[in-house]
């Protein structure tokens, strides 16, 4: 049984760098063809995909935050970490971690989810 844990601060300032960490449990982030995704939820809205690091540490971004985000991964620790920078208030969300097969980035393709973890931006 696969288990994600999403990690970091549920505050963060306007202009400053959100940080998330997943940590995954019962399988490889590095077993082939599986991607592992930053989704997030904003109050009253949709999930939003933001982005995935591949097996082979690939990277992939949505488009209209690929200019803010990085996603990296410290395969002894079994963790990849999302950095989105210069937040505002509308990056408030749930955001989660999760694990697909494929590169869709469709929300019915994934198969384990994090619990989810808040994120407040504001002063």
């Known amino acids: 049984q696969v288990q994600l844990q999403e990690s970091g601060p549920g505050l963060v300032k306007p202009s400053q760098t959100l940080s998330l960490t997943c940590t995954v449990s019962?399988?490889?982030?590095?077993?082939?063809?599986?991607?592992w995704s930053w989704i997030r939820q904003p109050p009253g809205k949709g999930l939003e995909w933001v982005g995935a690091?591949?097996?082979?540490?690939?990277?992939y971004y949505s488009p209209s935050l690929e200019s803010r985000t990085s996603i990296s991964r410290d395969t002894s620790k079994n963790q990849f970490t999302l950095q989105l920078s210069s937040v505002t208030p509308e990056d408030t969300a749930v955001y989660y971690c999760?694990?697909?097969?494929?590169?869709?980035?469709?929300?019915?393709?994934?198969?384990?989810w994090g619990q989810g973890t808040k994120v407040n931006v504001s002063s």
């Open positions: 690091i591949g097996y082979i540490g690939n990277t």
């Open positions: 019962g399988g490889s982030i590095t077993t082939n063809n599986y991607y």
């Open positions: 999760a694990r697909e097969h494929n590169t869709e980035w469709n929300i019915g393709d994934y198969d384990y």
